[in-house]
């Protein structure tokens, strides 16, 4: 998991923490990590900052003369990397325990396009709000790609759960609207809404998305991105933030992904946090993510 990232980051900070450094050499070598950044999936806008950042931090500093200058180096990228996905996180089964206590169900809208792994790593959220003892139900939402009801069955019914569904083409904020009043009527804890699986320039679908928020009002609106699409999921990002406003992201096949850059391009451009990764295809193949495991990731402990 992101091999490529750390080797090529280590590279620089190598060069960073073995020379004694001008500010024109220091320019130097801050390119070479914007441009590493850049081939690891990091927008340019993102690349910039975080050199901006390391500068601001190293600046003045006589790096071949610290006592550690690589660990000094690595820290100065790291606080660049940490500001980026510092953003407040969002305790996802505290709100179900406080939603339980007030005798409601906590509501979730899923968005994405198709192929992120959107409806997977909705039956993976269902399955950690199990082991959590939360009872779920999921709703049908996308009521536009073939197989999609189907798809979401399938999950359920490994999972030993509802799924609230209409009819193919049918109002999707009816969809959801009904399996949050079968959640407030049967006491189940947690309503997991899919949805279509839109293109994000489509104005027709982006607009249904919208009025699904608007009716069903969820407590939670969480992006999916697939890691090794690259600075695609990062304009997916921008453009389901602009449209419903997420409150968070979950990256799926970060398994699979050597470069690790769109975790940093995602939480740059939504200013949201990224709540859990998805590291397999198993429904326990969620994990939490925050800023120290990232950078231990790219950047070792």
């Known amino acids: 998991m992101f091999d490529k990232f750390k080797t090529s980051l280590g590279k620089v900070v190598e060069k960073l923490s073995t020379k004694e450094l001008s500010d024109k050499s220091l320019d130097e070598v801050l390119w070479d990590l914007q441009l590493t950044l850049i081939q690891n999936d990091v927008s340019v806008k993102v690349a910039e900052l975080v050199a901006n950042d390391v500068k601001r931090e190293l600046i003045g500093e006589k790096v071949g003369r610290f006592e550690n200058p690589r660990e000094r180096v690595n820290d100065a990228i790291r606080k660049a990397i940490y500001n980026i996905l510092s953003s407040q996180n969002i305790d996802i089964f505290r709100m179900a325990k406080e939603k339980k206590a007030e005798k409601k169900p906590l509501s979730i809208v899923v968005v994405g396009i198709n192929g992120t792994g959107k409806t997977t790593t909705i039956a993976k959220l269902a399955y950690a709000f199990q082991k959590k003892g939360y009872k779920c139900v999921l709703a049908a939402a996308d009521t536009y790609r073939a197989g999609s009801i189907e798809q979401i069955e399938k999950h359920a019914k490994n999972l030993g759960i509802r799924v609230i569904k209409h009819d193919y083409r049918s109002d999707a904020a009816a969809v959801a609207f009904d399996a949050i009043k079968h959640a407030e009527a049967r006491g189940i804890n947690v309503v997991l809404i899919d949805t279509a699986g839109r293109i994000q320039t489509n104005v027709n679908l982006l607009d249904e998305m919208k009025k699904i928020v608007r009716v069903v009002n969820p407590n939670l609106k969480i992006f999916i991105g697939d890691a090794l699409t690259g600075n695609d999921a990062v304009e997916q990002a921008e453009k389901f933030n602009e449209a419903i406003q997420v409150d968070a ?19 740059y451009a939504t200013k949201r946090p990224i709540i859990f990764v998805g590291v397999g295809q198993s429904y326990d193949d969620l994990e939490p993510f925050n800023p120290d495991w990232f950078t231990n990731k790219i950047l070792g402990k």
Do not use: M, Y
Not at 249 to 267: H, M, N, Q, W
């Open 249 to 267: 992201s979950i990256l799926a096949k970060v398994d699979a992904d050597t470069k690790g850059g769109v975790a940093l391009s995602v939480a």
